[in-house]
């Protein structure tokens, strides 16, 4: 190879290593974006038919979510011997579960046990207990 080019080269690259370096400093912080208002609606505006419509039935889920919520229980078998089942469903929640003659276990054939993730609907009763209509194994 020719020298002046050896040469040339390393003046180039190392002109171009001054620039990247002098590039790379440390930038400023950005400024943190503004919130964005959340939409309200205001106090002087009466409710009208359809709003107090729509109030009324976004209530009626929420209760009646409240309600299933008494019906339902998801997590890990903690105890399940025979008819009787506890299922932890939370750090310090655990709740009662009561089999019975028909209740349905999907898959079919399996059968939960301690350490199973599962899912129980049903019917509460006035103790607490769960009455446990069908029992879903989550794999």
């Given at each position: 190879?020719?020298?002046?080019?050896?040469?040339?080269?390393?003046?180039?690259?190392?002109?171009?290593?001054?620039?990247?370096?002098?590039?790379?400093?440390?930038?400023?912080?950005?400024?943190a974006p503004t919130p964005i208002p959340?939409?309200?609606?205001?106090?002087?505006?009466?409710?009208?038919?359809?709003?107090?419509?729509?109030?009324?039935?976004?209530?009626?889920i929420l209760q009646r979510q409240a309600?299933?919520?008494?019906?339902?229980?998801?997590?890990?078998?903690?105890?399940?011997?025979?008819?009787?089942?506890?299922?932890?469903?939370?750090?310090?929640?655990?709740?009662?579960?009561?089999?019975?003659?028909?209740?349905?276990?999907?898959?079919?054939?399996?059968?939960?046990?301690?350490?199973?993730?599962?899912?129980?609907?049903?019917?509460?009763?006035?103790?607490?207990?769960?009455?446990?209509?069908?029992?879903?194994?989550?794999?």
């Open positions: 190879m020719r020298p002046s080019l050896i040469v040339t080269s390393a003046l180039v690259l190392a002109l171009g290593a001054t620039t990247l370096a002098g590039a790379q400093s440390t930038p400023a912080p950005a400024a959340v939409p309200t609606v205001p106090p002087s505006t009466p409710n009208s038919q359809v709003l107090q419509t729509i109030l009324n039935v976004g209530q009626q309600i299933n919520a008494r019906n339902n229980v998801r997590g890990t078998v903690s105890y399940f011997k025979h008819f009787d089942m506890q299922v932890q469903c939370g750090p310090n929640c655990y709740r009662n579960v009561r089999l019975h003659q028909g209740t349905v276990i999907n898959p079919r054939g399996a059968t939960p046990g301690a350490g199973t993730y599962v899912d129980v609907n049903g019917r509460t009763d006035p103790n607490g207990t769960l009455e446990a209509d069908n029992i879903t194994i989550q794999q």
